[in-house]
């Protein structure tokens, strides 16, 4: 279980990061490389982590296919570019893009973390109302 807050906490830090990248085109002076953050921020670092994920747990997780492969490879693509400062090759768009795909990698993980703690029998944390349903 460890593991899913890992990268939960990772999946954190890049949402603050993007979006300090979404702000660099509005004023050039922020830049999110500028920043310190408690992970390294590179798509390939969260690549490991999840196949790190899929190693240990037998069970098909959520996070694993949330996401098309093209869309994470463009997700991590853009994370690199913005880690790398490669602004020429970026844009807004490209950014709330890679947004959107996190924001689907943490519903998937949202949803891998309730069905462990159900697995376990532990109290429920989240109203099903809530959940992302891709199942």
């Not at 990061?17 to 490389?33: C, G, N, R, Y």
């Not at 690549?47 to 694993?64: A, D, F, P, S, Y």
């Not at 098309?68 to 807004?92: H, M, R």
Request: glycine residues 4%; proline residues 3%; charged residues 25%.
């Amino acid at each position: 279980m460890y593991h899913l807050y890992e990268i939960r906490d990772w999946i954190y830090e890049c949402e603050r990061f993007l979006f300090l990248a979404e702000v660099h085109f509005i004023d050039t002076k922020v830049s999110p490389v500028c920043h310190e953050f408690c992970h390294v921020l590179t798509g390939n670092k969260l690549e490991e982590m999840l196949c790190l994920l899929r190693e240990q747990h037998c069970t098909c997780l959520n996070v694993h296919s949330c996401v098309p492969t093209e869309e994470f490879d463009n997700f991590k693509y853009v994370v690199d570019s913005v880690a790398s400062e490669k602004w020429g090759i970026l844009s807004a768009d490209k950014i709330i893009q890679a947004q959107r795909t996190l924001h689907k990698l943490a519903g998937g993980l949202r949803n891998d973390i309730i069905q462990m703690h159900e697995e376990r029998g532990y109290p429920l944390l989240y109203s099903e109302t809530e959940l992302y349903h891709p199942r």
